[in-house]
T-cell receptor, first 116, second 111 residues
């Protein structure tokens, strides 16, 4: 059972609002990730973190920002939401296994965002 | 940018049939993983393959990593309705912490 939690599960907001999607894990993993996924489609990496105070942008350009002040917490913030931000956002963590770059990704249940 | 293309994109089959899903790239990966995702949930890891030519079996599922570590396949024998879901391959390389996901295959198994 994965110990990674996302809130809120569902959020409907108006254009221009600021939102923060929360992600917490209790596994002590250094690596954390945010993926964006449209229903039934592939996952696009938008942010990742190697550890505390370390964040990088992913392959998909995103207007969101992230922070990593504590190992267990990796929130994602949108300063001014737009309808184009409507999507599902998945948070994940992993314990990197050196040598092959392996390590199981543990996902939260996702936050489904709708911007009107 | 490394890309992973999966085929087919959609697959609807009858219970008991066999199927194969492919994951292809022009890039080499140190390891490749397969995940299954059900509606409303995050993906769950099925297997990790790390050696070119490696074959792993998980009950009715057989996974293979290509010799050149650029491609992989997932074969399901005697599919069951419980196999229904979105199957995703994901590649990573040693020295990076990024997992690149494939385009996904949506499987529906009809009873």
């Amino acid at each position: 059972e994965a110990d990674i939690y996302q809130t809120p599960r569902y959020l409907v907001i108006g254009t221009g609002k600021k939102i923060t999607l929360e992600c917490s894990q209790t596994m002590g993993h250094d690596k954390m990730y945010w993926y964006q996924q449209d229903p039934g489609m592939e996952l696009h990496l938008i942010h990742y973190s190697y550890g505390v105070n370390s964040t990088e942008k992913g392959d998909l350009s995103s207007e969101s920002t992230v922070s990593r002040i504590r190992t267990e917490h990796f929130p994602l913030t949108l300063e001014s939401a737009r309808p184009s931000h409507t999507s599902q956002y998945l948070c994940a963590s992993s314990e990197y296994v050196g040598g092959y770059g392996t390590g199981e990704l543990f996902f939260g249940e996702g936050s489904r965002l709708t911007v009107l | 940018t490394q890309l992973l293309e999966q085929s087919p994109q959609f697959l609807s089959i009858q219970e008991g049939e066999n199927l194969t899903v492919y994951c292809n790239s022009s890039s080499v990966f140190s390891s490749l993983q397969w995940y299954r995702q059900e509606p409303g949930e995050g993906p769950v890891l099925l297997v990790t393959v790390v050696t070119g030519g490696e074959v792993k079996k998980l009950k009715r599922l057989t996974f293979q990593f290509g010799d050149a570590r650029k491609d992989s396949s997932l074969h399901i024998t005697a599919a069951q309705p419980g196999d229904t879901g979105l199957y995703l391959c994901a590649g990573s390389n040693s020295g990076t912490y990024k997992y690149i996901f494939g385009t996904g295959t949506r499987l529906k198994v009809l009873a």
